[in-house]
Structures are given as structure tokens and as C-alpha cells.
């Protein structure tokens, strides 16, 4: 998995605006829980599916961005967590074991 780091709440517009053009997932993380582990070795060993772009969100050193990510994009905070966003909006989001790349996939380029 190529990660980009989401450390500064302005990617947030950029990432809004991405998601004009191509499909872009946030990967909300905690290192201090062991499922949220889990679920990120699982991210890092499957494929990365062309034309998604995937972010990294440490939510210990930026609680700040996950707080906003919540507001922005109108979902409960939960941990791990990805959201999935498309024209700015997040159409998808799921937490904890039910985190897989193949769904991910799945809502990005479902009609």
C-alpha cells in the first residue's frame, strides 16, 4: 500500500477536491489498538487497486484532523475506520474487522 500521510487539516480540501477525479480512501489508525493493527497489516499486504488514492491517518499525533474529518464528511468517529470519499462526499465508511480492500474497490467504482 502507498500511504500518503494526512498530517495537516488542510489536505482535507485537497483530498475533497481529488475525489472530483479519482476515488480517495482515509484510513483512520490508532497504534494503540490492537485490532486497528491488525486491520493495517492487512491494508499493507493486499494490492493497492488502481485509481484509488489512499491516506494515512495517525489519529494519537492528530486528533485534530480526525475530529475535522468527522465534521467534514458527516460520520461517527470510529477506530480504525476508512472512508471512502467521491466528489467530495464520503459514500462509504466502515470500522474495525469489516475493513477489506476488495469492498473498498467494490463501492469505488460501483455505479
Known sequence: MNWIDLSDEAQLASIKQES???PVVIFK??????????????LDKAEQPD?????????????NISNKVAED????HESP??????????IYD???NGIFVEEIAEQAFAN
Open 20 to 22: 472530483a477525479t479519482q
Open 29 to 42: 489508525h490508532s497504534t494503540r489498538c490492537s485490532i486497528s493493527v491488525m486491520v493495517k497489516n492487512r
Open 51 to 63: 485509481g484509488i488514492k489512499f491516506y494515512y491517518l495517525d489519529l494519537l499525533q492528530h486528533r
Open 73 to 76: 464528511f458527516h460520520v461517527h
Open 81 to 90: 475506520q476508512v472512508l471512502l470519499i467521491k466528489n467530495g462526499e464520503c
Open 94 to 96: 466502515e470500522s474495525h
